[in-house]
Each structure stands twice: as C-alpha cells, then as structure tokens.
C-alpha cells in the first residue's frame, strides 16, 4: 500500500503564496509522474501541473508562470510553489503519483488540501 501526504494548504489574500507538499510512502518500487490537481465546488477536478521522474513539466494553461512544480525523487515528494494567487484558485488540491509496485504502475491520491484565496 502507497500513502501520499499533503501539507501546505491554507487561507491566502490574493497576490500572495502558498507552497504545496506531498511526500509518497509505503510499497514503492518507483514513482514515475507526479502532479497536482484541483476541484473547485462545483466544477471538476482539473490538472495543475505534472512533472515526470526525468524533471519534465506541463502545466495548465491558467497557472502558467504562475505555478511552480518540483520534486525530490530521493524523497518521493513533489511541491508546488503557487505565486500571485488568485480568487479563482481556490479549491481542494489533490496530489496525484504513478507508482510502480513490483512491474506493474497504479495510480495514487492525496487526500485533498484545501486553498482558499481570498479577494
């Protein structure tokens, strides 16, 4: 069994930061990618940013410049810097990591933290 752990999360005015983590343990052969996602109340749950265990990122279109992935793959965490936040990036943020048990790559997920940014 694999548990991602999230911290980070919290009340914000707008313009301000918040930096994200997540750290994976339990049965890990390796962590392939890793991401952020997040759910607003009524919307769905949408993809922040991704990064792979080679550093390669992608990010969503509305946190471009704005958002930061890294990773620790010694310590099987991922972090989001979030700068500039707006009210509109307020949501619950999940971590997300492809894990690899024995040959084969399951999908884990945080339990959620919550980003309030207020205006």
């Known amino acids: 069994q694999v548990q991602l752990v999230e911290s980070g999360g919290g009340l914000v005015q707008a313009g301000g930061s918040l930096r994200l983590s997540c750290a994976a343990s339990?049965?890990?052969?390796?962590?392939?990618?890793m991401g952020w996602y997040r759910q607003a109340p009524g919307k769905q749950r949408e993809l922040v940013a991704t990064?792979?265990?080679?550093?390669?990122?992608n990010y969503a279109d509305s946190v471009k410049g704005r958002f930061t992935i890294s990773r620790d793959n010694a310590k099987n965490t991922v972090y989001l810097q979030m700068n500039s936040l707006k009210p509109e990036d307020t949501a619950v943020y999940y971590c997300?990591?492809?894990?690899?048990?024995?040959?084969?790559?399951?999908?884990?997920w945080g339990q959620g933290t919550q980003v309030t940014v207020s205006s």
């Open positions: 339990g049965s890990i052969f390796r962590v392939n990618a």
């Open positions: 990064i792979t265990n080679g550093g390669k990122t």
């Open positions: 997300n990591s492809k894990v690899v048990q024995n040959v084969y790559e399951y999908d884990y």
